[in-house]
């Protein structure tokens, strides 16, 4: 073997210096049972309707067997064939086996990390690692998620994503940021189990439960909605319909108190020494939420209307890198308004609320149009039934009509708009009011809208487009004069353009801005 240039005769070659390879790791082992206790579940009701309908038939049980063999199969490969590491620059997770997927996220690029334990996780202390990049409205570029580590391996890869490094005023080289007490905003309070039942979550589980159902029922052949539908219309019954009505609302108002503790209880808020708020909160399947400071661009103050109707409110973060799935974005439960202003205030750092403003009201012309928006539909319902359904069948959507123009006019008052140094704050709808206070540095372009009924009322809804949260928050039936000046006025220069004339503005202003 002959000796490398420079390197005296008989004296091994010196080895090359390398960086040491990060180590691929597996997710834990006790996922094998994990997976097939969570997706056994799911699959629960089919399986037994193939063991216990029939005449025992052989084929029953061994088809719920090879369904067993499957699942099993299928958790065992999914582990052997996925792994993932962590290096300085990406994480990566390499997962599939007839289809191999290679995702690698940058770290540069992480926004969130979540992390979640469903029931079957935390029996074998287990947690899911979201990993997010913000980019919640593509598709398949949201990050990924490693499924699942132990409790304590997620908190501490938590901690390691989104660590942050500053620069030493003395000497400018990296330092890791000096480790602080966490500072509690808010935390659960039993009190707050009084808004449960105005949140009509019961009445949301009822909907869910009895769908699935159908759906069960329907693939065995039977169909309750549609013979319970033929049964109300041959023997249409005031009683029955009354009876049930009320024994659904006490239904829902019995479910929605344990439904709210299954959600929040353990609720937590914090502030991080490094810079990021922390939500934690759920009782069998639990939630933990890391929301990155720099990136919330404004708060949003929802009041669905039997909750604002008990003084309570629930607060959701305008902050880029979380999308609403699953209300990652929620900072606080249904709560006291006072409490959901307390925490607005703590987590944008001011001393006033910016939804508590004073809001601009809205023309005259816009209570017209939110009546007619509201009433209309219900009377084209009215006539048509008057005209093709049984005689009963009418007076049901006849008797909605006033509530639907109080839903109208309430509609109206929750409009307004208001605009300080920061801020531009926009409050609307009636059913869930949505009062947001968006960052005017976070607006990046406005949407113009004036249909056809707006232009003949002088109306028109504007909207401001950000990075973060929905992407575009509305004043909705604002004047056209009011409504530019104050778009001008948020993001002076921006809008200024498309000032022309009001009948060229909704067009130029769709296509460039």
Known sequence: MSTPPGVPAGLPA?????????????????MLLVRPLNEGIAL?????????????????????????????AVSYFAWRTTKYR?????VELHTGLLTRKQLAVPRDRIRTVDLTSKPGHRIFGLSAVRIGTGQQHTEGTDGLTLDAVTSEEAARLRQLLLRKVVASQATGEPRAAVEQPSQVISQLDLKWLRFAPLSLSGLVAIGAVFGVLSNYADDLGLHPVQ??????????????????????AVLSLVLSVPLYVLQ???????????GTLHVQRGLLTTRSVTVEEQRLRGVDIQEPLLVRAGRGAKTVAVTTGLGTKGESNLLLPPAPLAVAHQVARDVLKVEDDPTTRKLRRHPFAALRRSVVRHVLPWAVITAGLALWAPSWAWPIPAVIIPFAALVGWDNYRSLGNALDEHYLVTRNNSLVR????????????????????????????????TA??????????????????????????????????????????????
Do not use: C
């Not at 962590?86 to 990406?90: A, R, V, Y």
């Not at 372009?445 to 028109?460: D, K, T």
């Open 14 to 30: 010196a080895p090359e210096l390398t960086e040491p390879v990060p180590e691929w790791h597996r997710l834990n082992v006790r």
């Open 44 to 72: 629960l009701v089919p399986i037994a309707v193939l063991l216990f309908t029939g005449n025992g038939e052989p084929w029953r049980l061994g088809a719920s067997g090879v369904t067993v063999a499957l699942i099993l």
């Open 86 to 90: 962590i290096t300085d620059e990406k």
């Open 227 to 248: 013979d319970l539908w033929e049964w109300l219309f041959s023997h249409p019954s005031v009683t029955f319909i009354g009876g049930a009505v009320i024994a659904l």
């Open 264 to 274: 929040f209880w353990n609720y937590r808020l914090t502030r991080e020494p490094n």
């Open 434 to 465: 949505s009062t947001v206070a968006l960052q005017r540095t976070g607006i990046i372009g406005w949407r113009i809208r004036r249909s056809f009924f707006q232009r003949r009322s002088g109306l028109m809804t504007i909207g401001a487009t």
């Open 468 to 513: 973060a949260g929905a992407g575009v928050y509305h004043v909705t039936d604002v004047g056209e004069t009011d409504g530019l000046a104050l778009a001008d006025a948020a993001v002076p220069g921006l809008l200024r353009p498309f000032l022309v004339g009001s009948s060229t503005v909704e067009g130029q202003a769709e296509r460039n801005v």
